[in-house]
Each structure stands twice: as structure tokens, then as C-alpha cells.
């Protein structure tokens, strides 16, 4: 679409001018792909060049807002293309003519193809691509508009149901009275008893005499005087457990059946037992109890899976008891069992977890093409041709040890998302996807020049997995917003597979439906007892408080590397694997460039190990090395100490020390997807600094209760550091404000037991609108995506497994 006026109608005529003298400048870069951190860094640069040399420049917003909406600029010799965000999950994609000045519109699939050509991959005709579009599978079901409300599903698909209630009455009447009648545990139904009550009808009349029955009685009386007279109406035991929560409950049923509103619903689906087995996947990495963290793929996935489980397991203990059920829930962790497993767990197939009544790590093996287990352990990223096989084993391991199907299946990452989706369908069992991180966002560009990255990461696997998962999932968890739609400047973590091609392998022309209420936010907590506030001293232990402030501050040995000529100076603290995602070395190149930085605090880095023989990953090992010459090329041995730390305890307890001391505590990420240590330091009373690139910038209110940084370049980290403990030298109550907003922000929203809370909610709200609504849009939907899996992801799995 031909638009001359594009830019004026967004830029005054000065902007205009600006805007071509930018991309003149930009020509004479190698670089022609420019991403938006890229150009936002640019265009500040280039301004402040201009009102150098033009003080009476005047004001230029129009101008910098247009450029932080622009995701994406590609330069060719005649056309600049731009992705630019119109609102949140909104684009248009423009080819800009240098030449001409005039700008045309082009079509997603046309951005694509130019995106290819400044890859320097060759034009391909239409009709040799495979082109991947999942949108007219979602078509006709429940679709959110207002993108403020993307990533609260639960309370849209409530709204939507109680109006299918009130819009088809008799037709859900039905469906409502038929899956009340379908729940049982251990072969005993806990609602309605099908032999008694058949119809709707039935249920109201049950109803009415139960609720007159029970407003005869004393409210706080246990139920167990009133069972037999429910049982002979054909309710059963799974109301409540006292007669006021039984009559609540079959009011709020009765409710429903006379007036659907949401509330009515939610409360409902809410109070009765539709969970009590668990299934949660996880097959890559150590994932054990002990002697784990810190090793190759194992770190905050594995914290957040075992502090999930207990919180899950103690959520549902608490409401079957309250639903008047004598059930003990059981969780088991379905992982991959390991028998070279130095010196972990990793090789026994079944593990109790810690801290919990019936919670279990169910581990089983990898198999080769010959059906031989595979003894090693394997990174993430070279998993995928064992999941199909891994799956099959793990479903027959799994209903031999919940003696049955679970209730819900929870997969985590990529490959566990892929395996519960296989198990969901054959089982046909709710499926809750969580991400932890995608890896598609994180490495820029992976998917444009993914065969340089295959050999490594296997992107054309994983990425096909992630389609396949998201898109068969019924639920999808996120733990901000902003994960999955982005901000009004920035794109959203799933929303990057909307649009994407993988130069001949396929493109992707409609990858996920953001406004679909599969998606919810469910925000993870940190585990109490051990993150908890530095001046707690009542709760803290004095001899691992004096063992862990010696190994950090002045022990000698294998541990540690560096020595403090000043330990009294506040401490710049950091914990992290050894990856480059996690741009440690990042923070201790910042910290070497600023001597203003060194002269007010010291620099602590804990990581696994510190040494090379403690390393087996390649990353791991580039990563260490580079800490090593920086620390050697800045002569910091004096400002820094550099500890190993395998402990979550001793771990907790660093934040307080630190804390004590006056520090802030760094999370220097490329990206971040969500960011638990970030809640950890900040639960610990810690003035946290995190990366303005993904989950941390929803859980920091910059400047309020913790401060977002750039990490992309060593003085956008230093210098706001730098800032604030030049304040809090002059100003201590500048520390303690921070300090107890950012205390105060993790209690109001991440907890353990609103995450239960709220994924409970979901997975029976699904459950029955997957009941009630199971439409032939599903079904296909389904059948798509397993087209996917036997033509793109099984073909591919198998050649790399016989190879």
C-alpha cells in the first residue's frame, strides 16, 4: 500500500529530515539488521550529536517514540524495512524508499522474506516454502480484544461460560449435571451419584431438600451425622467437610443453575475436589535434591519445580480435607534417570521429596535407536530425539505409581512441554504449559540463521516443539504479562513465535494466538523459610551466619578467589550460573571500567565452581576463563571475591549478609525470563538491580522498589549502581526505603500459596469448559499439530538419533 504520508502524520517535518539523516548514518554500518535496543541506543547517540551542534534543536519525542516502537530496521541498498509496533501485539511493516521519500505497507510474509535476503539467504519462490499459520484454527472459540486483559484467561473463559449458561440453558444445564456426575477417586464418585440423579431436574430437586436439611443445622457441626441423608439424594462426600461449607457449597451450585453469573461459576468450579494427582515433567538436566544446582541445565527450573510441588501438595492436603475428603494428593516429578550419575540421585528411579507427605521424583531413562538406556547426561539442547520414546516409558511408569491417570499435567521448559502435550493427548488429561524460558527470544536472531546454530542448539527441534506445545496446551502459564504480549515498546517472549521463518525449513505466518484464554499469569514465589528479611536475627543461625561471612569475606582456600583490602565497603552482590545469558562477565567488565564504582563497594560473584576442572560445559568454560582475564586485565584481585556455593541455605543466608552490610544485589542478564533471584535478594530486603530485558521488568517498579538496568553495555550497568550508593553514603534511609518496598512488593504478589491457588482455579475451570466444549475447532487443532510432529519434529528427531 502506497502511503507517502506515513511519516509526516507521526513526525513533524524536522523529525522527517532527522529520521532520513538516522538512517543515512546507520547506512554506513556493516551491521543492516538492527533490533530495538540497537536502535534506541542509536537514535540517543545521534540526538545528542545533533543538539551539540544545534542547541536550539527543540523537542524531538515524536521522533524517539517512533524509533522505540520500531522492533525491527533492515537496511538494503534503496529500501530501510520497519517493523513497527502500532500498540500491544499490533505491527505494521513498512519499506521505507530512500530515494523517494515515500513509504509502502507490506504483508507479514513479505517482512519475512526481506528479513531473509539481508541474511544473505536467496530468494525463494512462494510455493516452495512451507508456510505454518495456526489462526484459522482458532477462529471461531473465545477470543479476548482488549489486550490489557491478554494473560487473564481464567476470568474472560468465567464470563464466557456463564453467558453460554444463560445463552444455551438447557444444553449446559446438562453438560454442568453430566460432569459433576464423572468425578470419582479411586473408582468412588465424590459429587453425584449417576444412579440417583440423571438430569438436571433431579439435581435442582436434590438440591432444594439438601439445602433445606442442612439450614436446620449448626453451621460449624462436621458433616458426618448428615451423609446418610445426602447420599439417599444423591450427593456425595466432596461438598465440604463442616454442614456450613456443604450448604455453601450446594447453594452456590443452585446459584448457578438459577442465575450463571461468572462469580457463581468461579466460586463454584473453586470449592469442589476436581485435583488430587499430579503430574509434572521435567525430563532434561540433574534434577535431584542434593548436589545439583549450579551443574549444566540445572538451576532455577529445578528450585521452582520442587518449591511449586510442596506448595501444590499442601494447597490440595488443605482443600480435599476442606471438601470433606479423607485423600492424601500425590505429585510425582516425572524426570530422566541417569545411571553415570556423579554423585548425585540422578540414577534411582524413585525419590521422595523433601518436606512433603506424598510427593515423589519418578525418574526413567533415555533410549538410544536400539532401545539400549543412554548412561550420560545430555544437555537441553541435544534431548529431542529421545522425548517420543521417553514419553510411551513414561506413561506406563506413571500410571503404575498415581494407579491411574493424573488430574493435571504439568510440563516445564521446552522438552517437558512437548512430553506432557504427548501424554495429555493420549491420556486425555488437562495440560498446563510452563516455558521457564524460551529459547527463541533469547538468542537473537536464532531462528534466521538457525542452521549456523544447529550443530549446537538444535533450533529447528526445539522451536517445532514449542509450536506444537503451546498451540496443544490448554493452559499456559506465564509468570508476567509481559511475557507473553510484551509492553506498548516491546515484544513478548511467546509473541516472538507469531512471525518467524527458518530459511529452508519453513515460515511461520501465524505461530500462537496471544488473545486466546489459554494464557494466564501465575506468578511464582520464594520458598519463606528460606528467603527471608536480613534483619530477622531471630530466625537467622549465628554459626552459619559467622562460617558463610568468613568463606565470603576473608577464608583462604580451593573456594574462593580474590582478596578484600577493604571487606567494610558495601558489597555488589551477584549470583548466577557461569552462562552467557547471564552476562556475569558482563557485571565484572562494568565494575573493572568504573573506578568510581571500586572505590565505593566490593564485587561478589558466587557461582558453582570457580574452577576449570569443576566445569563439563563448553559455555561454562568460555564463561569462566573470560571472569579470569577480567579480573587480570582491570586488577581487581583486591575489590572482588569470587565463592563457590552448591547450597540453597547458605545461598539464602548471603542475601542477608549482604544485606547487613549495606549492599544491593545485581542481576545483570541479557534476558531474563522470569528471574527468582531477583525475588530471593529483594525478599531478603536487598535494593536489587535487575535487567530491563524480560520478567524483571514487571516485578520492579523502577526506582520504588528496585532499579532496572541496560545490561547490554558496561556503563548502562555501572553507572546507575553507582548512583545509588552514592545516595544511600548521604542519605541511609534511601537504602532502607527501597529495601522495605522491595520486601513489601514480593509478600502483596509472590507467594507460594497464590500461585497454588490461582493454578488450581485454572485447571478446573479448564476442565470443564474442555467438558463442556470439546468443540471440532479443538479437534482439529490437535490434529495439525501432531501433523507437525510426524512430518517436521519426528523426521528430524530420528535422524539426528540414528546419526
Known amino acids: 500500500m502506497h502511503d507517502p504520508s506515513f511519516l509526516t502524520a507521526l513526525l513533524k517535518d524536522a523529525e522527517v529530515r532527522c529520521f532520513r539523516e538516522f538512517i543515512y548514518e546507520l547506512d554506513h554500518e556493516s551491521q543492516k539488521h538492527f533490533l530495538r535496543n540497537d536502535i534506541v541506543l542509536k537514535s540517543e547517540a545521534y540526538l545528542r550529536q545533533k543538539r551539540q551542534a544545534h542547541p536550539d534543536l527543540g523537542d524531538f519525542r515524536n521522533f524517539e517514540q517512533f524509533l522505540s516502537r520500531t522492533q525491527e530496521m533492515l537496511l538494503l541498498d534503496q529500501y530501510a524495512i520497519l517493523l513497527y509496533r502500532a500498540k500491544v501485539g499490533e505491527y505494521r511493516f513498512y519499506r521505507f524508499h530512500k530515494n523517494e521519500e515515500t513509504v509502502d505497507e507490506l504483508t507479514p510474509e513479505e517482512f519475512l522474506d526481506y528479513r531473509e535476503v539481508v ?37 474472560f473463559l468465567n464470563s464466557f461460560m456463564a453467558g453460554k449458561l444463560q445463552g444455551e440453558w438447557n444444553t449446559w444445564q446438562a453438560h454442568l449435571c453430566d460432569f459433576l456426575k464423572i ?63 456443604v450448604l455453601s457449597t450446594l447453594q452456590l451450585l443452585a446459584n448457578l443453575q438459577e442465575e450463571p453469573r461468572a462469580e457463581n461459576l468461579e466460586a463454584f468450579i473453586s470449592a469442589i475436589p476436581m485435583v488430587s494427582r499430579v503430574a509434572v515433567i521435567s525430563p532434561h538436566g540433574w534434577f535431584g535434591q542434593e548436589n545439583v544446582l549450579g551443574r549444566p541445565d540445572t538451576g532455577g527450573q529445578i528450585v521452582y519445580i520442587l518449591d511449586q510441588v510442596k506448595a501444590l501438595e499442601k494447597y490440595l492436603s488443605a482443600s480435599l480435607t476442606a471438601s470433606g475428603l479423607s485423600v492424601q494428593p500425590k505429585i510425582v516429578v516425572v524426570t530422566r534417570l541417569i545411571p553415570e550419575n556423579e554423585g548425585t540421585t540422578c540414577d534411582h528411579r524413585l525419590e521422595k521429596i523433601h518436606g512433603t507427605q506424598n510427593c515423589w521424583i ?26 517420543e520414546q521417553f514419553a510411551l516409558d513414561a506413561k506406563h511408569e506413571l500410571l503404575t505409581e498415581l494407579e491411574g491417570n493424573p488430574d493435571l499435567i504439568v ?63 490448554d493452559i499456559i502459564i506465564s509468570s508476567t504479562s509481559q511475557e507473553i504480549a510484551g509492553t506498548e515498546t516491546s515484544m513478548g517472549q511467546y509473541e516472538s513465535y507469531r512471525l518467524f521463518s ?11 494466538h496471544l488473545h ?131 547450597s540453597r541455605r547458605d545461598g539464602a543466608e548471603m542475601y542477608r549478609i549482604v544485606g547487613d552490610r549495606g549492599g544491593v544485589f545485581v542481576q545483570p542478564a541479557l534476558f531474563e525470563a522470569f528471574g527468582l533471584t531477583v525475588l530471593e535478594g529483594m525478599a531478603s530486603g536487598l535494593p536489587v538491580f535487575a535487567t530491563q530485558f524480560g520478567g524483571p521488568l514487571e516485578i520492579i517498579q523502577n526506582g520504588k522498589n528496585g532499579f532496572l538496568i541496560n545490561p547490554t553495555q558496561p556503563d548502562l550497568i555501572s553507572e546507575p549502581i553507582l548512583n545509588f550508593l552514592s545516595r544511600a553514603a548521604d542519605d541511609a534511609s534511601h537504602w532502607q526505603s527501597i529495601s522495605e518496598a522491595a520486601i513489601a512488593r514480593v509478600k502483596e504478589a509472590y507467594t507460594w500459596e497464590l500461585y497454588s491457588d490461582k493454578l488450581l482455579k485454572f485447571a478446573k475451570l479448564y476442565g470443564f469448559w474442555n467438558y463442556s466444549e470439546l468443540s471440532e475447532e479443538k479437534k482439529e487443532l490437535d490434529q495439525y499439530c501432531n501433523l507437525l510432529f510426524h512430518l517436521l519434529y519426528k523426521k528430524r528427531a530420528g535422524r539426528l538419533l540414528k546419526s
Open 362 to 387: 519418578l525418574r526413567v531413562p533415555f533410549k538410544d535407536a536400539n532401545q539400549n538406556i543412554v548412561p550420560h547426561w545430555i544437555s537441553r539442547f541435544h534431548v529431542w530425539p529421545y522425548l
Open 183 to 245: 468425578h470419582s477417586i479411586n473408582g468412588e464418585q465424590i459429587l453425584v451419584d449417576g444412579q440417583i440423579i440423571q438430569n438436571p431436574h433431579q439435581l435442582f430437586e436434590a438440591l432444594q431438600k439438601a439445602i433445606s436439611y442442612l439450614e436446620m443445622q449448626p453451621a460449624d457441626d462436621l458433616i458426618q451425622d448428615a451423609k446418610s441423608f445426602l447420599r439417599g439424594l444423591g450427593l456425595r462426600d466432596g461438598f465440604g467437610d463442616t454442614v456450613g461449607r
Open 502 to 512: 527458518m530459511p529452508g525449513l519453513y515460515k511461520v505466518s501465524n505461530g500462537i
Open 119 to 155: 541474511a544473505g539467504y536467496p530468494h525463494e519462490p512462494v510455493e516452495k516454502k512451507l508456510e505454518i499459520n495456526f489462526g484459522p484454527f482458532y477462529s471461531l472459540g473465545p477470543v479476548i480484544r482488549d489486550h490489557r486483559k491478554i494473560g487473564a484467561g481464567q476470568r
Open 411 to 473: 510440563g516445564n521448559y521446552s522438552d517437558g512441554n512437548l512430553v506432557a502435550s504427548l501424554l495429555a493427548s493420549w491420556l486425555q488429561v488437562i495440560q498446563c504449559n510452563i516455558a521457564h524460558a524460551l529459547e527463541k527470544p533469547k538468542y537473537l536472531f536464532s531462528a534466521l540463521y538457525w542452521k549456523d546454530l544447529e550443530a549446537d542448539y538444535n533450533f529447528s527441534l526445539q522451536f517445532t516443539a514449542d509450536l506444537i506445545a503451546m498451540n496443544k496446551a
Open 516 to 646: 486466546h484464554p489459554k494464557f494466564n499469569v501465575v506468578s511464582p514465589g520464594v520458598d519463606e523459610s528460606l528467603y527471608f528479611p536480613y534483619m530477622q536475627t531471630e530466625r537467622r543461625l549465628e554459626n552459619q551466619t559467622r562460617e558463610v561471612t568468613g568463606r565470603l569475606f576473608a577464608q583462604a582456600g580451593a573456594h574462593c578467589y580474590g582478596e578484600l583490602k577493604d571487606p567494610d565497603k558495601p558489597s555488589i552482590f551477584t549470583m548466577a550460573r557461569l552462562d552467557k545469558i547471564k552476562n556475569l562477565t558482563g557485571l565484572m567488565e562494568a565494575f573493572g571500567q568504573s573506578p568510581e564504582l571500586q572505590e565505593r563497594a566490593n564485587l561478589i560473584v558466587v557461582t558453582r565452581s570457580i574452577r576449570e576442572e569443576g566445569v563439563v560445559d563448553e559455555e561454562e568454560l568460555h564463561q569462566l576463563k573470560r571472569m579470569y582475564e577480567l579480573i587480570t586485565q582491570y586488577d581487581l584481585y583486591h575489590n572482588i571475591r569470587w565463592v563457590e556455593n552448591s
